[in-house]
Every structure is written in structure tokens, then in C-alpha cells.
């Protein structure tokens, strides 16, 4: 499965980012697709999930109610799935990536959205929030 982000900006604190992760047509069927973000010399954080055609989302406490995640199943030759970034502060600065899971979302929530437990990977998108 070949995930690809997009989106990423420069952004002043207090703005917003739309990333996007385009997937084949058709993965939400099998798999959940999980936002994390990695700033160097930190573990990759797992920060949102949605958990594949039902579209029910989980978050983190450090971005929920700033952060939404969506997905567009409609496309002809992809799912998008979207994560809206609000209120954006200096903290949120890192690399973003995607990355799908057999596993559900609770079952991350439960056992604390381990790298470990993902199947496939994007190469990630670069947030950067100026102060």
C-alpha cells in the first residue's frame, strides 16, 4: 500500500494546515490510517486515527480539539484522508506522516499507538509553525 502526503507549510502560530494522505482506492476497507508526526531526535508520535469506512476518529490529548481528521472515500482511484491542523503552535512543528494498521483505532488507544504495529508508511510531509 503506497501512501502519499501532502500539504505540509511554514504557518504562524495561530494558523492552519490541511495535510492530506492519498491512498489506493479502497484501503479503508482493510485498514486503519493513523497520523503520526516526528520531530528529530524525538519517538514518532502517534497523534490521530481513523479507523477505515466507518470513519470514526481518535485522537491524542495533545492535539484533540485542535486537530480533525476526515477521509474522502468517493474518489475514482483513491481514498484521501485529511487531517485539518488549527490553532497551530510552535510545539506542533514536525514531520508528518501517515501510515495504515489491520489494527483498530481502539486497539491503539489501548496499547499506545505503537510505530510497531504499522503495516505501511508515507514519507511524510514537514510542518513548520513560527512563533
Known amino acids: 500500500v503506497q501512501l502519499v502526503e501532502s500539504g505540509g507549510d511554514l504557518v504562524d502560530g495561530g494558523g492552519s494546515l490541511r495535510l492530506s494522505c492519498a491512498a489506493p482506492k479502497d484501503t479503508l476497507e482493510e485498514y486503519a490510517i493513523v497520523w503520526f508526526r516526528e520531530v528529530p531526535g524525538k519517538e514518532r508520535e502517534g497523534v490521530a486515527c481513523i479507523s477505515g469506512t466507518a470513519g470514526e476518529t481518535f485522537y491524542t490529548d495533545s492535539v484533540k480539539d485542535r486537530f480533525v481528521m476526515s477521509s474522502d472515500l468517493t474518489k475514482a482511484t483513491e481514498d484521501t484522508v485529511y487531517l485539518q491542523l488549527t490553532n497551530l503552535q510552535p510545539g506542533d512543528t514536525a514531520r508528518y506522516y501517515c501510515?495504515?494498521?489491520?489494527?483498530?483505532?481502539?486497539?491503539?488507544?489501548?496499547?499506545?499507538?505503537?510505530?510497531?504495529?504499522?503495516?505501511?508508511w508515507g514519507t511524510g510531509t514537514e510542518v513548520t509553525v513560527s512563533s
Open positions: 501510515a495504515a494498521t489491520g489494527l483498530s483505532c481502539t486497539f491503539l488507544t489501548i496499547t499506545g499507538w505503537q510505530t510497531s504495529d504499522m503495516e505501511y
